[in-house]
């Protein structure tokens, strides 16, 4: 049985706990895909004090925090109108031992009608080629764009897929 999560708008206190989820999530879904250099360094680019700041404060992006009996277990960054009618999904991570309770599809389902009541009518998001998250998405309605590879400094690339889902 599914277990109902509350999720709360993040601030600038929450970025210290996106973070830690970061760090703690990321070697979990990356680690036996990218070196260990490259996860250090998408981690510390990527979940800064100063980059969060960044991402609410100059692209507009909204954090939010998901919590199970009181514990933040994971988040969602996203950012409407990222593409005309179009809401991206930045970022989103759960605790590796809160997974597969259902809280990532409890998160989409929040974001799809924040979504909606925000005026677009679909979902986009980049996923890593190599991820198994690439099929939880699928299962949830996503399907394929295109693949796309994202340059880094240092010679570093991400090589994603773009998913798309309709809202309506």
């Given amino acids: 049985m599914a277990k109902a999560v509350e999720i709360k708008?993040?601030?600038?206190?929450?970025?210290?706990?996106?973070?830690?989820?970061?760090?703690?999530?990321?070697?979990?879904?990356?680690g036996s895909i990218l070196s260990k250099e490259q996860l250090v360094y998408m981690?510390?680019?990527f979940y800064c004090n100063q980059a969060l700041t960044h991402d609410v404060t100059q692209k507009n992006h909204l954090?939010?925090?998901?919590?199970?009996?009181?514990?933040?277990?994971?988040?969602?960054?996203?950012?409407?109108?990222?593409?005309?009618?179009t809401t991206k999904i930045h970022k989103l991570y759960i605790l590796?031992?809160?997974?597969?309770?259902?809280?990532?599809?409890?998160l989409l389902d929040f974001v799809s009608q924040i979504a909606l009541d925000s005026g677009c009518n679909s979902l986009n998001l980049n996923v890593n080629r190599y991820n198994s998250a690439k099929m939880f998405y699928e299962?949830?309605?996503?399907?394929?764009?295109k693949s796309e590879d994202i340059v880094l400094d240092f010679g570093y690339v991400m090589e994603d897929y773009v998913l798309v889902k309709s809202l309506v």
Avoid: C
């Fill in 9 to 30: 708008l993040a601030t600038a206190a929450d970025f210290f706990t996106i973070e830690s989820i970061a760090r703690q999530t990321w070697p979990v879904a990356y």
């Fill in 139 to 145: 299962m949830y309605g996503f399907s394929v764009l």
């Fill in 63 to 85: 954090y939010y925090m998901v919590f199970l009996e009181g514990n933040a277990v994971g988040f969602i960054g996203i950012q409407h109108y990222y593409l005309p009618y």
């Fill in 96 to 106: 590796p031992q809160y997974q597969r309770l259902n809280i990532g599809k409890q």
């Fill in 43 to 45: 981690l510390d680019l």
